[in-house]
């Protein structure tokens, strides 16, 4: 499955964003989604996971209560809705698949990545 990541870009403190993933070249709810992110300097990290029916949600303690992730299915495109935005979020976010029924926050447990869109948080 290819993952196309988009919506990233420059925001001030406070404001909102909406990260979408597209995924084209296989069924996409076959595939439990995740989103991750990567500061400078810092090791990737689990934002929010979903399971492949959208049953199932995991959001990092962090963003709990202020990211939202969920999936069209028939629109292949898992989404993470971003309010109320820290500077400390900046980061290049990612989308990630995983070939099973369950979401997982580690990292290994994902088969595809999308490239990454930027978040820039100003203060």
């Known amino acids: 499955v290819q993952l196309q990541a988009s919506g990233g870009g420059l925001v001030q403190a406070g404001g909102s964003l909406r990260l979408s993933c597209a995924a084209s070249?296989?069924?996409?709810?076959?595939?439990?989604m995740g989103w991750f992110r990567q500061a400078p300097g810092k090791e990737r990290e689990i934002v929010a996971a979903?399971?492949?029916?959208?049953?199932?949600?995991y959001h990092v303690g962090f963003v709990k209560g202020r990211f939202t992730i969920s999936r069209d299915n028939a629109e292949n495109t898992v989404y993470l809705q971003m309010n109320s935005l820290k500077p400390e979020d900046t980061a290049v976010y990612y989308c990630?698949?995983?070939?099973?029924?369950?979401?997982?926050?580690?990292?290994?447990?994902?088969?595809?990545w999308g490239q990454g869109t930027q978040v820039t948080v100003s203060s």
């Open positions: 990630a698949a995983r070939l099973s029924g369950s979401s997982s926050y580690y990292l290994e447990d994902y088969n595809y």
């Open positions: 070249g296989r069924t996409f709810s076959d595939y439990a």
């Open positions: 979903i399971s492949r029916g959208g049953g199932n949600r």
